[in-house]
């Protein structure tokens, strides 16, 4: 796990009631997977703006994920519904600006899918390990850095 | 005392925690009382916590059921008692003392931070009660992975066989097991505990053991002794290799007491051992020269050899004890200086003498005796042994005799015994060793006559007709005619040893049968001072029969030393064997046959001395130790507790008693599901691929064995080909189950197209009789289940399952509609198993007064369906009557509604309010941060490299302290981090361990004692989400670390106090709708002292009521129809609005307005909480020529007739059709109550007139629950019921008279029936114009039928999502008086955790507008699911902060960006992206600063 491969930088985003519970629950099956994930907890994907997505991958982040509960299981309703449709806008929004869309993407994932979690995760380094690093600049320089 | 001033307790009991517990004390909590939540298990969380998925609504049990779990058992008036049961209940009403046993956890729950590091060292694997022995679980676990507590415990119910068996009381299941986990040294010194001869009886014990083993009943009983051997021999060689050092000599203290022990055997050796321990100053005494006893002196070379034995026997020494070798009390010292020189004396001088034969020829030359010939043996000199020898005897010594001989010289050996090979004493591996040596052995010939002249030439023979008599004592008979001879030169008694005469007449203590007389459990002798066990005292028996006696000996001399009892609370007595029926179940083990250790080979052993037998390789002996079953469940290997830091496992904790003093009592007992086996032909327990739905639910379970994978059990294979099959243990009168359990049709319907989901391909077949859907939406969820192509629902319940040999799917036979018989294969197959009544047996309802029904149900009436027969106690929930989830949680909520009325006096009186320090003001202090960072014992600091993340972020901008804790969340740390917040003035709290989730509250509480606002905590997780799930990459693992904690760092200097406000409550309760439900929810809130406001449209109270005469168990409904209305209409604290409309309303919870208008005239009332239950109305028709054609009517005008004894049954032909309008395109759902009532008339017409035909044509007949038993009812009385399906519906003539015709499929020909009756059952339908009105005031959502929509379908079945507004009765949907009932209680309830506060306190996690920003667009309102957002006067949107519920939805969507949601706003986000993609050095991109400007400019 620890190799010289590239080793992208993944920030997800969980929903509290679902997501979040389902990657405390790997922990307490000891469900490995790779170590490249960052996970901020959010009451719920409903909450999450576009901006956020952007922001991330324009410091840096090599993808984004966001998990939130099963369609018709948000317990706020329609929540998850809400950031489907943000996280869509946003994959366009990459391809407009010439970014590979597979960047972001959102997954449901129920209180007890601790497995699904960690497969989604893994899956999602390997997507992005094959996009390679995230080409915007860091430190607001204009020109691409080479990061490996 | 009168009853006045007599004041009531305002606490309530509840027992079980299963979600409807969770319920009944949530609401009292809530409302004012205390509440001791009392369950079986270890955990709270019932039968919901073993589900996967929720029908209708495909929710996650465990999402929605959790976090109900954590607010109960964070709730401060919650109490809860796990592992707890009540036994009894003295008392009344009001003022009840509850006892409540307490069994063991074996772990402090005050202690246990749930870290798990006991569950990693634990070597016990036992099936998984939890997950139906679907997998295993350790020893000390959690119930399940979310466990509420979440605190470990250990499972046990007694000890194994094996240490039962074992006169020492070893601890056999806890070596093994840790021999299974490589950790032998532990083993040995877990043996020695009990043992100190681990060595030696690893060669030589009789293991008595080994004869109990469960294993045994299998295949072969594990092979203890050789394990004992393997480990013990593992010490040695580590000794050997110099990789492990003797222990430390240790010497007594000068003024400890002196014991002196008489005889270094091993009963000897073994007090010796104990008393050193004990700290006495030992001293044993030996007449020979060396320690041993008959272990050096009668055990040959060859099968102990000396070695081991003076490797334990130094151990002993190194103790302290002092051995005087060649010492022989009585002679050498006189044994009355030897009483008078020490404080006590233990006398193990063992039996040393042979016993004689007492034969003519005994004394010729050339006869010798067995224990002095193998004294001698083991002696320098060895005796003479001549060509042929002869031993007599059949025992161990016999045997040991006659190998000693062979290996001494002799040219043949043979023996001759009484008893048949079967029957020697000698072991079984002893005599097939010695037949191995060629040794013939004579059975069933007794000694008549040694022959010789002076030497010996043989041995006459008698043959031995018996050796033992009817009792089974010893008794030898013989055929004096039966003679024979053998030659021999040389003959070797060997047949019993006793105790020196001349010792017994040495020590004056009381002797019987040539041995000493002690006390058999203090080994007391009639001397002051002396004690005696082993052969001296017993008579000759087995090494670990002397060891056992030793330990006894110890033991009491120690308590005599001390003066204290010598019999109370001895260790014996804390040894309880496991029940039987507890011990692992053998049927079904994979046979694996026992290792045989390797032995010298028989041409080698031969004149030699060397040892025999060889122990077994590591290999063998770790796959021995793995097929130890586990009798005992806990091994008591102490692994845990050595381990657990926190010092909180104790395995001598003792059941307890506690008296709970209670005002009333709640009994939520939940169900037990049927025990499948009982249905033999299906296979279940002897087929693999059988299970049952609560297996098949952790099957599918994401967090279950199998992670969702649907495989089966046999081979692991994919499931492809699945069938279910219904009513396994319902609908069984003749298995006494002849209710129907409610649940399972749709729970089958459900795992059919959740398994869909799972396996691709999927082909699953449900056999049932009547799919039972009568729940709210359930038909529609069946109808969608039947549409999937993949799902077959066939009509038949099979007889039998066959498993067919080879790929071992599963052949059921069965009829099909056609009733042509059919076979079909699969793959799996689930038995729908039924719902019984919980483990509450007569005995204990007995113990509580409590009446329970034919089936063990608990009794109640249709009309209080919440109470039982004792006053005072309540129901609710499965143990009252099957019921599913929604209606369990509406009972729960109204059983506590009954505790409420009952002690509304008292409420208030016992509640737990915390009062905190006032919050220090942090608003002009710059950000001030301290981290604590937690190992959590090993959990994150083996991973995640602690003090390397303390380092990292110590120099994080505004960190003034960076600190680790062993367990943060332990009391200790929490005052520290207290104290830290004083003496560092901190005004930010970090800690970086579990989950939030769990533990947020906890630590906010910290900051709140510590004076500090609870929002400005934050929290990194690093464990569940970091060691936990890194452990493979310990760099990366610290890595994430350090940026997670920098993370929540950068996000803590963001956090702002926050307050959550108060709103006055109205304390009156609000109602709309005046029939059963609307009076039942009024009188439920009066009764509660509230004031209450009943708006009724109607002229009259009663709504349908008024046209329901009477119920299968109450014929005549008036007299309590009536009797509620007069109820209502005389309640001082109900104030009634009849023939009133409500024009508007307004407000939220707490202060809602009501605008009514009453005969033109406009009113106002106001109150805290509404609670709606405006009914629905009998559904019309004109199908069937009804009200065209005379003798069509519905059942309800039926029902009218037959009530008022104007229907003239006689000789009728009455047809009744079912689902008229309802399951139809119009009316997709299920109207619930038709089949029940269907069956209740044409009950009532055949009682009238036997003779009298009655069919019923329906389409699937869902008399539920307990009303099945009506059903059956009607099909004895000669009741004809004919199933139709919806593509062929019965078609109705009147041609002359009414003529149904009709296609059935269980009919080959069309039938055609003369009806003089028609009755159409015609269902309910909501009324839509009134409800679209209400609905459109309230801002409360209908479904498409018409009804409420409910918050949630499941756990808030009365609430509606806006809060304070509450739902009941058939506006919610169809369904019986009893329910109706219980659901309006419910409602009531759910008011009264309103009502009862004088204020609310609102949420600080809420939305809040920036009015200057807001553009008035209103998206807000629209997007909100709570409607919290209004426009306000100012023409902007506000947010009622009392309906938010803090998604933040709307901060997201407002495209002014004006909202933001308080502890989630934007650059709370912001700061923890910037901060994860800073660079190395810490400089963020860009300044802060202006990050922050733009945002404020966007």
Known sequence: MESNAFQPRILAFCCHYCAYSSADLAGSMRIQYPPNVRIIRTPCTGRLETEYFMKALEKGADGVLVAGCLEGGCHFVEGNLCAKRRVNYTRDLLLEIGLEKERIRMVNISAAMARPLAEAITDMVQTVRKLGPNPIPRNGSSKPENRS | MSESDDKMVGAVLVQGGGI??????????????????????????GMMAHLDKTFPTGDCATCIVSPKLVECSRNLN??????????????????FDATVRRYPRYVDETKCTGCSECTQVCPVDIPDEFNRRLGTRKGIAKLYAQATPNIFGILKHGHAPCKVKCPARVNVQGYVQLIKKKEYLKAVNLVRQRNPLSAICGRICTHPCESVCTRGRADDPIAIRLLKRFASDKEIEMLEAGELALPEERTPAPEAKKVAVIGAGPAGLTAAADLADAGFAVTVHEALSAGGGMLRWGIPEYRLPKKILDHEIELIRRKGVKFV??????????????????????????????????????????????????????????????????????GNVAIDVARTALRLGARTVEMVCLEQRGEMPAYKEEIEATLAENITIHNGWGPKRIMGNGTVTGLELKRCTR??????????????????????????????????????????????????????????????GLFAGGDNASGPASVIDAVAAGKRAAESIQRYLAGRDLLAGRFESTVNPMPDELLPVTGTIVKKARPRAEELAPADRLRSFEEVERGLSEEQALAEAERCLNCALCSECNRCAETCQQHAIDHAMKERRVTLQVGAVILTPGFKEFDARRKGEFGYGRYPNVVTSVQFERLLSAAGPFEGHVVRLSDGRRAQRIAWIQCVGSRDSAGGHAYCSSICCMMATKQALVAGDHVEGLDATIFYMDIRAHGKDFDQYYERARAQKHIHFVKSIPSRIIQLPGSQDLRVQFLDAESRLQQKDFDLIV??????????????????????????????????????????????????EPKDIPETVTQASAAASMAMELLAPARNTLITKKSYPAEHDVSDEAPRVGVFVCHCGMNIGSVVDVERVVKSIANQPDVVLATHTLFTCSDTSLSNIKDCIRDHRLNRVVVASCTPRTHEPLFRETLREAGLNPHLFEMANIRDQCSWVHSAAPQSATEKAVELVKMSIARARRLSPLEGGTLPVDQTGLVIGGGLSGMTAALALANQGFPVHLVERAKRLGGNLHEIHGTFEHPDLAPFTGALIRQVETHPNIKLYLETEISTIKGHVGKFHLALLKEGRQLEVSGGAIVVATGARQAQTTDFLYGRAEGVLTQVELEKLLHDKTYPAKGQNVVMIQCVGSRNDQHPFCSRICCSLAVRNALAIKKQDPAANVFVLYRDLRTYGFRELYYQQAREAGVVFIRYTPEAPPEVRDNQGLRVGLKSPDFPEPLEIEADNLVLSTGIEADLKN???????????????????????????VDFATEGVFLCGLAHSPKFIDENISQARAAAARAATVLSKTQLDVSAQVSFVNQQKCISCMTCVTVCPYSAPFCNQDGKGQIEAA??????????????????????????????????????????????????????TV
Do not use: W
């Open chain 2, 20 to 45: 409807a517990g969770v319920q009944a004390s949530l609401d009292l909590a809530n409302s004012g009382f205390k509440v001791y939540l009392v369950e079986r298990d270890a955990a709270i969380g």
């Open chain 2, 831 to 880: 038995l729908s198993v039924g719902m019984e009544p919980p483990d509450f047996t007569a005995e204990r309802a007995a113990s509580l007064a409590l009446r329970l029904n034919e089936f063990g149900f608990c009794h109640t009436d249709r009309l209080s369906p919440l109470s039982t027969s004792r006053p005072g106690v309540f129901v609710g929930g499965a143990f009252q």
């Open chain 2, 325 to 394: 070798y060649n010492c022989r009390v009585g002679l050498d010292l006189a044994f009355e200086t030897l009483r008078h020189d020490y404080h006590a004396v233990f006398l193990s001088a063992g039996a040393q003498k042979s016993r004689r034969l007492r034969l003519e020829g005994e004394q010729i030359n050339g006869v010798l005796h067995g224990v002095e010939f193998l004294r001698d043996a083991a002696s320098a000199g060895k005796p003479a042994v001549k060509d042929r020898v002869l031993v007599i005897g059949g």
């Open chain 2, 1331 to 1357: 409800n679209r009105r209400l609905s459109d005031l309230l801002k409360v959502p209908l479904n498409a039928d018409g009804f409420y929509v409910e918050a949630h379908m499941k756990l808030r079945p």
């Open chain 2, 1443 to 1496: 309906k938010c519920m803090g998604c933040g939805i709307c901060a997201a969507e407002c495209p002014a960006r004006a909202i933001q949601l308080h502890h989630f706003e934007t650059d709370q986000f912001l700061v923890m992206i910037r901060q994860l993609f800073a660079d190395k050095d810490g400089e963020l991109f860009g300044s802060e600063r202006r990050e922050k400007e733009l945002l404020e």
């Open chain 2, 467 to 528: 050796v033992f008599d009817e009792q089974k004592r010893f008794s030898p008979a013989f055929d004096e005619n039966d003679l024979a001879t053998l030659d021999a030169d040389q003959i070797i008694v060997a047949i019993g040893q006793m105790v020196d005469e001349h010792l017994l007449g040495h020590i004056r203590a009381q002797s019987e049968r040539g041995c000493f007389r002690v006390d058999p459990i203090t080994a007391q002798t009639s001397l002051e």
């Open chain 2, 78 to 95: 919650v109490e809860i008692l796990t592992l707890s049961e009540l036994t009894g209940l003295q008392g009344r009403p009001g003022h």
